[in-house]
């Protein structure tokens, strides 16, 4: 059984037991998350896809942390006139636990 979810603005997706990491939500380590957003549930041969989400379907999830992605490099540089600056940047984000899919 699988399902795709959407946060965050993107779209995943997710079955028991799987740990991904999401856009930052407002929970804490050790809590829980429930996805309201899902966009389809595929269990076997039976698969319900919403228009665009599923209405009572959710996907609930176990928050484990909270972590930083890889870093991301903006360079920015003008040719001849010697300007260039590098700026760095670390997204954050939580890494959830999948538990169960209901439909």
């Known amino acids: 059984m699988y399902a795709v979810i959407r946060t965050g603005g993107k779209q ?3 079955a028991e037991g799987d740990v991904l990491d999401v856009e930052l939500i407002d929970a ?9 957003e899902v966009l389809l549930v595929a269990d076997g ?3 319900k ?11 609930s999830a176990e928050v ?3 972590v930083k992605g ?3 490099i903006a360079f ?3 040719r001849r006139k010697g300007y260039h600056r590098t700026v760095g940047h670390r997204q954050r984000h939580t890494r959830v636990k999948i538990g ?3 439909a």
Do not use: L
Request: charged share 30%; glycine share 14%; net charge positive.
């Open 64 to 66: 484990v942390g909270e």
């Open 100 to 102: 169960k899919i209901s």
């Open 49 to 59: 896809v919403g228009q665009p989400a599923i209405s009572g379907a959710s996907v």
């Open 76 to 78: 920015k540089f003008r």
């Open 70 to 72: 890889d870093k991301v």
């Open 45 to 47: 041969e039976a698969v």
């Open 28 to 36: 804490e380590a050790g809590g829980t998350a429930k996805f309201e």
């Open 12 to 14: 995943y997706k997710v």
